[in-house]
DNA sequence: ATTTGATCATGT
DNA sequence: ACATGATCAAAT
């Protein structure tokens, strides 16, 4: 699939996608449809990535670099609930002295996002799940407010060694958890005397909360 | 080992 | 019922 050129092609793509189940476009794209996502679970997101022409990979890139637009699925219930928090990309642990929140891969990320829900309530089977209408979405004065505020109070307990202190609850509509392959998995990171230590890697999230907002001024 | 794509599954 | 903490696979 060819990268689109324009953000018109890109959303014209994406509209001529709604509506269809992820059985069907594995069908076009010639790929299997696991039973379910536990042993592939960004298996919807890297389809959806394919029919849209993204090109960027596992590369720490936008997925459309020449249109700026990061490309995010949005698992959702039939009442358009969002059912997970999204994931926006890992947390630097260490070499982050009085970075700014424009300069932040947060807030980088999050400039320019195509948002494509998908009803993928567990109780539907992986191939009947159906894709929605897609939406660009850029941060409003009110939103971009909210991020920075939480970046700002999770970087700086990162950078004071009070990493330990952190939990999925710190934060208004951005949060810190656990990215790794499992809980034994180790990164450099600082320590509450700032002193080097090894802790677990941890990414930025968005909670459902701010999410299920952004539906809400999508589609009311 | 790290970053991408995320969802699973347990605790509250 | 829900969010937090845990986890899985591919690409680099």
Known sequence: MKTP????????????LAGFTL?????ELGHAVPVHLKQDKGWAGQLLEQALGATA???AEPDFPELGVELKT?????????????????????????????????CQKLSL??????????SIPVSDRVIGT???????????????????????LIALGGIDQIRGAHGQVLQLRPKA?????????????????QALPRGFYLKTSFTQQLLRKAFG
């Open 23 to 27: 059985g069907q476009l594995a069908a």
């Open 134 to 156: 897609g939406f660009l979405w850029q941060p409003d004065s009110k939103e971009q407010q909210l991020l920075q505020q939480d970046w700002e109070e999770l970087m700086e």
């Open 57 to 59: 990979g596992s590369k």
């Open 113 to 122: 996002v195509l948002w494509l829900p998908l009803l993928a309530e567990r």
């Open 5 to 16: 050129q324009t953000l018109d092609e890109l959303m014209q793509r994406c509209r001529a």
């Open 74 to 106: 949005l698992p959702i219930d039939q009442h358009g609930k969002p059912l997970e928090s999204t994931y926006v990309c890992v947390a630097p642990l260490t070499g982050i002295n009085q970075q700014l929140w424009q300069d932040s891969w947060v």
């Open 181 to 197: 392959a499992n809980s034994r998995a180790l990164t450099a990171a600082i320590g509450e005397a700032g002193q080097p230590v």
